[in-house]
C-alpha cells in the first residue's frame, strides 16, 4: 500500500506525537505496513511550515532538523513535474495530489478539509487519520 501524509499531519506528530497520527507513524510505518511517498515540494513546504515562529517554541533548530532528515529516510521520494493541474481549492495541496498521482498512491492521508471533501482523484482516496487506522485496523 502506498501513502501520501499531508504536510499538517506530520507537523501535528512533531508537536504532539497523539494519536491516531503517532500510531500511524510509530506502529504502521515502523511496521512496513505501508510506503509512505513524499516529493521535493512537499518537503520544502514541510520545512517552510516548521519556520513559522507562532510554531518554533515546541521544537529546537535540531529537532527540526533531525525530523526533516526522519521524514526524507523514511519516505520514497517521487519526481513530481514542474508544472500541474489545479484541483484543490488550496494550490499547495495539489502538490499533495501530484504526489499521490506520480507515485501510484492508495491513499492521501490528511487533515485538511480541502483535500478530505474531494474524497478522492481517480483510483486514490483521500482519507483522515482516523479513517485510515480503521483501514489498517479493521
Known amino acids: 500500500m502506498r501513502v501520501v501524509f499531508d504536510t499538517n499531519l506530520l507537523v501535528s506528530y512533531l508537536l504532539s506525537h497523539r494519536p491516531p497520527i503517532a500510531t500511524l507513524i510509530e506502529v504502521h510505518l515502523a511496521q512496513e505496513d505501508f510506503v509512505l511517498l513524499t516529493a521535493l515540494p512537499l518537503l520544502v513546504e514541510l520545512e517552510r511550515v516548521l519556520g513559522y515562529p507562532k510554531l518554533q517554541r515546541y521544537y529546537t533548530q535540531d529537532e527540526k532538523q533531525r525530523f526533516l532528515a526522519l521524514v526524507s529516510a523514511l519516505s520514497k ?14 494550490p499547495d495541496d495539489d502538490w499533495v495530489i501530484a504526489c499521490g498521482v506520480v507515485g501510484k498512491a492508495n491513499f492521501i492521508v490528511s487533515g485538511d478539509n480541502d483535500l478530505v471533501e474531494l474524497v478522492n482523484v481517480g483510483e486514490m482516496k483521500i482519507v483522515t487519520p482516523a479513517q485510515f487506522l480503521n483501514i489498517l485496523n479493521p
Do not use: T
Not at 77 to 90: F, G, L
Open 77 to 90: 521520494v517521487v519526481d513530481v513535474p514542474e508544472a500541474i493541474p489545479a484541483i484543490s481549492r488550496d
